[in-house]
């Protein structure tokens, strides 16, 4: 166990600091590149009853891979050609700027305190289709600005410009901050890294995530070891081993 947490702290160290690797941009037809294409393909065939115009991707603790998952899946996504707009939740623990290499002024705390316009926090990126709305100065009072009425206004506005929205949010077993944002958006992908996650821990953000009635579309194990899928990644040593669809009940 203490391996797992100094293994979390150094990773979240190096997020921190630098953001996550984009993989599927730095090298597009590597092995992982193509893993989270599929994870992109088996989201969009998730629902099929309803076309999806907003994701939320959490985990259950801290350092488990959902920004490096969310920022490559929406990578992807762009590069089919739809018009994305990738949004840092995480306004405790944000990344997302320094990933994209942006200005981190004015973003979604901004925006969320009527501090600024909605031209002012999106940003372009460097992957065609795709946008940033980074996190903004880190506010004290996180959950009750992504539970307000003008969060909810601005995903509706994204909506309408955007064909998909991701949301990184941060771990559901830390704050309410992934619940509270789970009832405003279409699904949730729950991130689980092999060997690192404690299934407790899983379960119990599956509840928290269940007991507001988030729809949640399904999960993606990474960090998978190498000869349990066959899949190599040479990637911060992280290995992708898919989708898997939410039990429904």
Request: glycine content about 10%.
């Given at each position: 166990?203490?391996?797992?947490?100094?293994?979390?702290?150094?990773?979240?160290?190096?997020?921190?600091?630098?953001?996550?690797?984009?993989i599927s941009y730095d090298d597009p037809t590597s092995t992982v590149s193509e893993q989270f294409k599929t994870i992109r393909t088996n989201i969009q065939f998730s629902s099929v009853d309803k076309k999806l115009k907003s994701i939320l991707f959490t985990s259950s603790a801290p350092s488990e891979g959902?920004?490096?998952?969310?920022?490559?899946?929406?990578?992807?996504?762009?590069?089919?050609?739809?018009?994305?707009?990738?949004?840092?939740?995480?306004?405790?623990?944000?990344?997302?700027?320094?990933?994209?290499?942006?200005?981190?002024?004015?973003?979604?705390?901004?925006?969320?305190?009527?501090?600024?316009?909605?031209?002012?926090?999106?940003?372009?990126?460097?992957?065609?289709?795709?946008?940033?709305?980074?996190?903004g100065p880190i506010p004290p009072n996180p959950s009750e600005l992504l539970g307000s009425m003008r969060t909810k206004d601005l995903l509706i506005r994204l909506a309408?410009?955007?064909?998909?929205?991701?949301?990184?949010?941060?771990?559901?077993?830390?704050?309410?901050?992934?619940?509270?944002?789970?009832?405003?958006?279409?699904?949730?992908?729950?991130?689980?890294?092999?060997?690192?996650?404690?299934?407790?821990?899983?379960?119990?953000?599956?509840?928290?995530?269940?007991?507001?009635?988030?729809?949640?579309?399904?999960?993606?194990?990474?960090?998978?070891?190498?000869?349990?899928?066959?899949?190599?990644?040479?990637?911060?040593?992280?290995?992708?081993?898919?989708?898997?669809?939410?039990?429904?009940?």
């Open positions: 166990m203490k391996l797992f947490k100094g293994k979390r702290k150094k990773l979240d160290n190096y997020s921190l600091k630098h953001g996550v690797g984009l959902k920004s490096t998952v969310s920022n490559n899946v929406a990578v992807t996504w762009a590069k089919q050609g739809d018009k994305v707009i990738l949004i840092d939740a995480d306004l405790r623990r944000p990344t997302m700027h320094k990933t994209f290499n942006l200005s981190n002024k004015f973003g979604l705390s901004n925006y969320l305190l009527g501090n600024a316009e909605l031209e002012d926090v999106v940003q372009k990126t460097m992957v065609d289709n795709l946008y940033v709305i980074t996190s309408d410009k955007f064909d998909l929205l991701i949301l990184d949010a941060p771990p559901a077993n830390s704050v309410t901050d992934a619940q509270v944002l789970a009832t405003k958006v279409d699904g949730v992908i729950l991130v689980i890294p092999q060997g690192i996650a404690e299934k407790s821990g899983v379960a119990h953000a599956q509840q928290a995530l269940e007991t507001v009635h988030a729809n949640i579309l399904g999960f993606v194990m990474n960090r998978v070891i190498r000869e349990s899928t066959g899949y190599y990644g040479g990637y911060y040593g992280g290995h992708y081993g898919g989708y898997y669809g939410a039990e429904k009940k």
